[in-house]
């Protein structure tokens, strides 16, 4: 697939005032700073599309990004930022929620997952709330600067077990990094 067009269409914290009609959507998601904004960059190849963030917990509402016109990338924001307070805590998990369930038009959900450490007990139980809940998941580890190095073998493969402890079979996998140029052709062809 040729990216031809890119654009950035607008910023929702309601499902509801989402945009209507029937293009299919992907969204991507994962904790706070584990590149999202940086994997929609990479993959439209633009630059600047979505801001990457200096201080993580950046992208607090749902941003819509409309690709050649037929289909739409949506930036989730991203989890289990610490410093962030219970109640703003709360109201990611409804908008979140309502989002993912809600949504006729998601196709995918791209779940990041940070390729340098490992297996991590959020991610994990996020995954898991998606299998539960029939929502299709596609897992793509990031920051995979060196995609041969060890440590991020033995990562993915930690990641794998744990899935199938829950998992008959496992979803989709990417190894990708934004930075070094990663995983491109791949997703895309996904
Ligand atoms: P929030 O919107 O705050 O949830 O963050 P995000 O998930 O959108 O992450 P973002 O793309 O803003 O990137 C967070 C940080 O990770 C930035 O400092 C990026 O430069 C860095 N980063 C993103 N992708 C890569 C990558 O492939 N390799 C490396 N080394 N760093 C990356
Ligand atoms: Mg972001």
New binding site residues.
């Given amino acids: 697939m040729l990216i031809k067009t890119a654009d950035y269409t607008g910023s929702y914290v309601e499902v509801a005032k989402c945009p209507e009609g029937e293009l299919p959507e992907f969204a991507f998601i994962?904790?706070?700073?584990?590149?999202?904004?940086?994997?929609i960059n990479y993959l439209t190849g633009r630059k600047k599309l979505v801001k990457?963030?200096?201080t993580?917990?950046?992208?607090q509402t749902i941003n819509y990004f409309l690709i050649n016109g037929n289909l739409r990338l949506v930036?989730l924001?991203?989890y289990g930022?610490a410093k962030v307070s219970k109640e703003n805590r709360a109201r990611w998990r409804k908008m979140i929620e309502n989002y993912l369930l809600g949504r006729k038009q998601l196709l995918y959900v791209f779940l990041?997952i940070d390729a340098r450490i490992p297996p991590q007990a959020i991610d994990l139980e996020f995954i898991n709330w998606l299998g539960q809940k029939s929502i299709p998941v596609v897992v793509v580890f990031?920051?995979a600067?060196k995609p041969g190095a060890r440590d991020i073998s033995v990562n993915v493969q930690h990641f794998k077990q744990k899935l199938l402890e829950n998992w008959a079979q496992l979803p989709p996998m990417f190894i990708?990094?934004?930075?070094?140029n990663v995983g491109r052709e791949e997703l895309i062809g996904f």
Avoid: H, I, M, Q
């Avoid at 994962?30 to 994997?39: A, D, F, H, P, T």
């Avoid at 993580?56 to 992208?59: D, H, S």
């Avoid at 990708?176 to 070094?180: A, H, I, P, R, Y």
């Fill in positions: 994962g904790r706070s700073n584990v590149g999202k904004s940086s994997l990457v963030s200096v993580p917990g950046k992208t930036d924001p991203g930022f990041l990031t920051k600067d990708t990094s934004s930075e070094k």
